[in-house]
């Protein structure tokens, strides 16, 4: 019987609980508990090392195509007000906006990823957002059509550029993510500030 | 001009209005035969050099407080003649020739 051997344990060893549980299974069910909850944790450092630190991720459409750029060089997101036109600049520069005292350079960045897609009008700013990155000391605004959330990811979820991306436009991006059931080019500030 | 602050001469190009330093202005034309078009010649200050535009519409006084560094995403990519500066005032906002 098996009971019956489990209290005979307990007698030799003169630990009897009323509880029917010893203080030996006691104190070996604690050591199991904390080696459970150690097993755990480091079982959450070593996916963290392998996956690397989260990246939070600014994600925005123009169109239906989806885009991501890191957060840490986002400075903010505002809705565009009055941008003056520059002459001689180039196609993809909207103007020059006043934020909140400063100079803010607006790009279109449909222009920068479709370069060859340029069309006579400038883009239309209402109801649009202009995503503000700064980068290795430069900044500007990027006129994008709708801006949709904030996803935080581990860095292991950033891919390679996926190969049916134009060349001349794949050194745009740092790479793909999936985020919210879709793949999203994740952009390289560096290279779209950047002329 | 007063201390800390420059006065301008401000153009309509078509596209963009431009400010120039009104002390480097050496006259304005009206173009002969093109309504609305002016031709502004500059040079008392630096090299002789003309701006064809479609209107001059006067001059403004920017104090140093309106005046803000070109950003260098724009410097870069802007071909020909270079701003100098960017003027911000409650009015609007010319680039600095």
Not at chain 1, 3 to 32: C, H, K, Q, Y
Not at chain 1, 68 to 79: P, S
Not at chain 1, 158 to 180: K, M, N, Q, Y
Request: hydrophobic share 40%.
């Amino acid at each position: 019987m098996r009971n019956g051997a489990a209290n005979t344990v307990f007698e030799v060893i003169g630990m009897v609980s009323t509880s029917g549980i010893s203080p030996l299974d006691e104190a070996r069910g604690e050591l199991l508990r904390e080696a459970s909850i150690d097993a755990e944790a480091s079982g959450r450092e070593k996916a963290q090392e392998e996956s690397g630190p989260a990246r939070s991720l600014l994600v925005f459409f123009l169109g239906s195509e989806g885009f991501a750029v890191d957060l840490v060089h986002v400075r903010k997101v505002l809705r565009p007000s009055r941008i003056a036109c520059v002459s001689g600049a180039a196609p993809e520069v909207l103007g020059l906006m006043n934020c909140q005292g400063e100079v803010l350079c607006v790009l279109d960045l449909r222009r920068i990823l479709s370069p060859g897609k340029e069309t006579a009008q400038p883009a239309a700013t209402e109801g649009k957002f202009i995503v503000v990155v700064q980068h290795g000391g430069k900044e500007a605004g990027f006129l994008v059509d709708e801006v949709r959330d904030v996803a935080e990811l581990p860095a292991s979820s950033v891919h390679p550029v996926l190969d049916s991306i134009d060349p001349s436009r794949a050194s745009l991006f740092e790479g793909t993510v999936a985020c919210g059931g879709r793949f999203v080019g994740l952009l390289s500030p560096s290279a779209c500030l950047n002329p | 001009m007063r201390s800390g602050s420059v006065d301008l001469l401000v153009v309509d190009d078509g596209a963009a209005l431009r400010g120039y330093d009104c002390r480097d202005v050496v006259r304005v034309e009206e173009v002969a035969g093109e309504p609305g078009g002016y031709l502004v010649r500059l040079g008392r200050l630096g090299s002789p050099r003309e701006v064809a535009c479609r209107e001059v519409l006067g001059s403004v006084a920017l104090s140093a407080r309106e005046i803000r560094p070109v950003p260098e995403v724009l410097r870069e990519r802007i071909t020909g003649e270079k701003p100098w500066a960017v003027g911000l005032t409650g009015q609007g906002m010319y680039l600095l020739y």
